[in-house]
């Protein structure tokens, strides 16, 4: 009788966890598709590696984007519903294949994280602006010298810069 | 390392590089231009780039934090204070790091001359990224 009770219990256990983790997914899995209210449009130009120059508007914080990455399939994704929508700091924000991007209010995307972005801070996204004009060469490390720029954010620059 | 804001008037560059020396408080004579084709050993490199509208002063110090230990901890939020004041014009510069906005990237901090701080959207960012400018519906406190 015992070991009927026990058993019993250890089955209500399973079907409960069971149901809940089928609970929470389904929440996640079956969240219908939201549109955006405003089409979303391609990120600006300083937002991709190759299009950094010298006279890019850089931030403390910068995301570029890598070449590899398909930015129109992204686009389109969003714009068909098919990405997971989320807010960060009351921005509103939209996953889809394995990259997170943000919105201006009127519509247009800057990467955030994800597959293919890179984050360099002022000094690495000057850095990469000098490595897009002159390449890995002497020149380049030049002028980073002069421009005192660590060689952490000479890394994190030229990583960028090899990725394209 | 680097810090970097940007003026809304055109400035010219021996005011400018006078307010950056006050700012961080080093000698005149050790502020100087950045120049791509030259050396120098000036403690602040001074990049200047005009732009042809919106902010018109897009200004970068360059510098090793070792030569200056007391600003090797700043951020650009905080030379952007005196620099407003000092030149009496808007001063647009990132969100400090720890800021809820300092990943949004069209999003920015404007310092007015009497040093009070808004955040601030930009106007329908441009293409090519070089001309910044603020939508002023959009300023709040921070």
Known sequence: ?164 | MTLGFMIRGEVNEERLLKAVARALGVPLNEVARFSIDSESDATILVEIIHRTAGFLTDVSLYFDPQRIPSIATWSSIDVAPPIAHDLEDEVLVSPPADDAYANAAYTWYLITPDGKRFIADELEPDQRGEVIEINRATLRPT
């Open chain 1, 1 to 164: 009788m015992l070991q009927y009770h026990r058993t019993l219990r250890l089955i209500t256990f399973i079907l409960t966890t069971i149901l809940s983790v089928s609970f929470l997914g389904g929440t996640l899995a079956w969240a219908e598709p939201e549109k955006p209210t405003k089409l979303v449009t391609r990120p600006n130009e300083r937002h991709f590696i190759r299009k950094v120059t010298q006279s890019s508007t850089p931030k403390d914080k910068n995301t570029v984007i890598e070449s590899r990455v398909d930015i129109s399939r992204d686009i389109r994704d969003i714009n068909d519903g098919k990405a997971k929508k989320g807010s960060e700091s009351g921005v509103v924000t939209w996953t889809v294949n394995g990259r997170t991007y943000g919105t201006h209010t009127d519509g247009q995307l800057y990467p955030l994280s994800g597959s293919g972005f890179h984050q360099l801070n002022r000094s690495a996204y000057k850095a990469l602006g000098v490595y897009n004009k002159f390449g890995d060469t002497k020149d380049a490390k030049a002028i980073l010298d002069n421009m005192k720029v660590s060689s952490s954010d000479r890394d994190a620059a030229l990583k960028a810069y090899k990725a394209g």
